[in-house]
């Protein structure tokens, strides 16, 4: 029997703030979970929000910032380690971006993480210098 991982468009208010930390604190994401309160406000702001439920349990998200209409950023896409490998990220991406078919700009920011270069290129993006020299990806921490 194989387990059945439920992966859909979120409704609002459809995350609850124990729920979300649970899953950033099992990547663990602590920049995110330091203020629960912050957490769930940010994912109830995003453009478009995915998750991945299995019995119910949340076990996967990805969302977007975007206008809808020239870029749609990838803020976060995790997956609960205990059902990681199994396809969970790249369906929470393919039904993430199933919104975005005409929009041209993709983007994402990422950490160096062993593995993540693969997963993302295998969901077809590139690192900006390698895409083109005339791109340039700027950012300014806070």
Known sequence: SSVVIEVAVA???????????????????????QDPDRLLR???????????R??????GL???LSD?????????ILVDPQVQRAGVGR????????AYGR???????????????????????TEVHEHTPQLRAFVRLG
């Open 11 to 33: 409704s609002a208010g459809s995350l609850t703030r124990e729920e979300l930390v649970s899953l950033y604190r099992a990547e663990p994401w602590t920049a995110y979970t």
């Open 91 to 98: 369906r929470l991406a393919q039904v993430l971006f199933d």
């Open 103 to 125: 929009v041209r700009q993709h983007v994402l920011l990422t950490d160096a993480h062993p593995g993540q270069r693969a997963f993302y290129e295998d969901l077809g993006f």
């Open 42 to 52: 940010a994912v109830s702001a995003s453009h478009r929000v995915v998750t991945a």
């Open 68 to 76: 809808g209409e020239t870029i749609a950023y990838l803020q976060d």
């Open 54 to 59: 299995q019995d119910g349990r949340l076990v």
């Open 62 to 64: 990805a969302r977007t």
